[in-house]
């Protein structure tokens, strides 16, 4: 309780809880853990980490708001029941929140002379799980370290919008994350980063309203395809394949690495409704989708086994309906490999009147994890014709 400190009480909430504060920062090697907090002879070791928590508490007690949830105190890590319940309830306790005090604590107000620049430069915006933070409660107030109050969310929401990409509608309140396709809720976190590589995962949890458990040690990688592979579950949105990473060479799984390499995809929209799209699931033999394919014709391109997958997704509103993003498969022996980790963008109309491809409606499946084929060798499955409709 607010007022209580530095003789503190904690109260497990079941339920509807009454009205709180939550914080959103950026930890540091030094915060006050669960079980230290009780004791309060622990906090003179803790000067920063003990500053931030008191100071969340004024400024709640000033809101006439008697409780705060911190999450470096407030959670039991030792726990790892209780750190799972943390992390997949953590967005709805922000969303429920009365406000959110935001602390910057790289950031000072009087040392800037722009504030869009100022702010870009700060660590808050290149953390993973503050992006959730800032998205998800319905209230955002901002301070510096200074504990300088310099506006809400709303306020702010033409600077934040330029720092993060984020449309300004949604953090307005005008909008809701739902309309947003995929890809483009993952570009939000494209340049964001985490301390464990897991993390970078679960931090996207609540807003892609996942509930899944946490395996530490899994990798970051593994972590993010079990990510995308719960999504699949829950929406047909084709545009979870249209990543890029220009590293990849030969064949790779259709399912993305990280959120990286939805790097900017901040303008895609999808091409019509999702109800149009192909049903698709994650199987034991791959990625199993039935959907449209250009095939070429024209065997000089070196060979025909190479297909386009048209994404129904535009990567800009402006393009129109009559243009996709897609990413080139390549057909072995019925099992489909993604050619490199390029995504690329066609003019549908341009295609069906040269006449260079025939459009055909498949069941297939796609390759997610290479290692279930080790037999197939990359200097195979060559990658001549992988542009071929790239514009």
Not at 17 to 28: A, K, M, N, V
Not at 104 to 125: D, N, P, Q, S, Y
Not at 257 to 282: I, Q, T
Not at 302 to 324: A, I, K, Q, Y
């Amino acid at each position: 309780e607010a007022d209580k400190l530095p003789h503190q009480t904690f109260r497990r909430i079941h339920g509807r809880g009454p009205p709180y504060g939550i914080l959103s920062h950026t930890w540091s090697t030094y915060e006050i853990p669960f079980r230290a907090f009780y004791d309060r002879t622990i906090h003179k070791a803790y000067p920063v980490a003990s500053h931030k928590i008191y100071s969340t508490c004024d400024r709640a007690l000033e809101d006439e708001i008697d409780y705060v949830w911190i999450d470096s105190c407030c959670i039991d890590k030792s726990s790892s029941a209780e750190l799972s319940e943390a992390i997949n309830s953590m967005y709805a306790w922000y969303a429920s929140a009365k406000t959110c005090y935001a602390y910057l604590e790289g950031f000072a107000l009087k040392e800037v002379e722009e504030l869009t620049a100022g702010l870009a430069i700060c660590r808050w915006f290149t953390r993973g799980w503050t992006l959730q933070e800032l998205i998800a409660p319905r209230e955002v107030k901002f301070y510096d370290r200074h504990w300088a109050y310099f506006g809400t969310r709303m306020v702010l929401s033409t600077f934040l919008s330029r720092i993060t990409t984020i449309p300004e509608e949604v953090l307005v309140g005008n909008k809701t994350v739902d309309p947003y396709c995929v890809a483009q809720k993952m570009s939000w976190t494209s340049m964001r980063g985490t301390t464990r590589g897991e993390d970078l995962a679960y931090c996207l949890f609540g807003l892609f309203e996942i509930n899944a458990p946490l395996l530490y040690g899994e990798g970051s990688i593994r972590a993010f395809k079990r990510l995308q592979e719960e999504i699949i579950t829950k929406t047909n949105d084709l545009s979870l394949f249209a990543w890029q990473d220009n590293d990849m060479e030969g064949f790779v799984g259709v399912l993305a690495p990280s959120p990286s390499c939805y790097f900017g995809m901040v303008d895609v929209s999808p091409r019509g409704l999702l109800r149009r799209n192909p049903e698709f699931a994650v199987t034991n033999k791959g990625l199993r989708i039935s959907t449209r394919l250009a095939r070429p014709l024209d065997v000089a391109i070196g060979r025909t086994d190479v297909v386009f997958m048209p994404l129904n997704c535009t990567p800009d509103r402006s393009l129109g309906s009559e243009s996709s993003l897609g990413i080139s498969l390549l057909d072995e022996d019925g099992i489909f490999f993604r050619v490199q980790g390029r995504r690329y963008f066609a003019p549908m109309q341009e295609l069906v009147r040269t006449g260079d491809v025939v459009w055909t409606e498949e069941l297939i499946y796609i390759a997610i994890n290479l290692r279930d084929y080790l037999n197939l060798e990359n200097e195979t499955m060559g990658v001549a014709g992988s542009t071929l409709y790239v514009q």
